[in-house]
């Protein structure tokens, strides 16, 4: 008798525990939105978080940082070696190699110069490349994460001006009120 009963009492358990478990796989199966998807999308193409986060306006704004950029630090680099061929040319004591495109332009000064301001702005705009590529998946990260947030309809500040009586100085003293309004405006029903 006590083995049939704990034979009853096992299967029973068995059977409430799949139903929980199908119960569980049924609401672990809603597609939910993934943070760590979106930041591994970024990070593979710029722009594919925001996708991924259906925040398409934000894709032209991550190619033009990103871009532009880029861009610049390659203009940069593209000057920086054109005046240190110069400068190397002038300095090798190769009569074979002349600088004949800043000969009478540029001091050896000058062009030590125009190396090292060329060198920092190319350095910097690296920097600001990789800023930017950053900042895009940060984006998409936090993106991800607000995706349910809910934005109620009235999010609001009111800033009044107020008197208030001071009655250890017997006096008026003007203040402000700022009141900040949090939440769904109530549904207003029409009789």
Request: proline share 5%; charged share 20%.
């Amino acid at each position: 008798m006590m083995k049939r009963l704990l034979l009853a009492a096992i299967l029973s358990l068995m059977i409430f525990s799949s139903q929980a478990q199908s119960d569980t796989t049924y609401i672990d199966s809603v597609p939910r939105h993934s943070p760590t998807k979106a930041t591994l999308l970024s990070l593979a193409l710029p722009g594919a978080g925001q996708a991924y986060n259906k925040k398409y306006w934000k894709i032209p704004i991550v190619y033009a940082a990103i871009g532009s950029a880029f861009y610049f630090a390659r203009e940069q680099d593209k000057s920086f070696n054109e005046f240190k061929d110069a400068y190397v040319a002038r300095v090798d004591d190769d009569p074979n190699t002349v600088d004949d495109k800043y000969q009478n332009v540029y001091s050896d000064e000058n062009l030590l110069s125009l190396i090292d301001y060329h060198r920092e702005n190319r350095d910097l705009l690296y920097v600001l490349t990789v800023v930017a590529y950053v900042l895009n998946v940060v984006d998409a990260a936090v993106d991800a994460h607000l995706y349910y947030f809910d934005v109620s309809d009235d999010l609001s500040a009111n800033l009044r001006p107020n008197i208030q009586f001071e009655p250890m100085q017997n006096q008026l003293i003007p203040s402000l009120t700022l009141s900040l309004k949090f939440g769904k405006k109530p549904r207003q029903t029409y009789y």
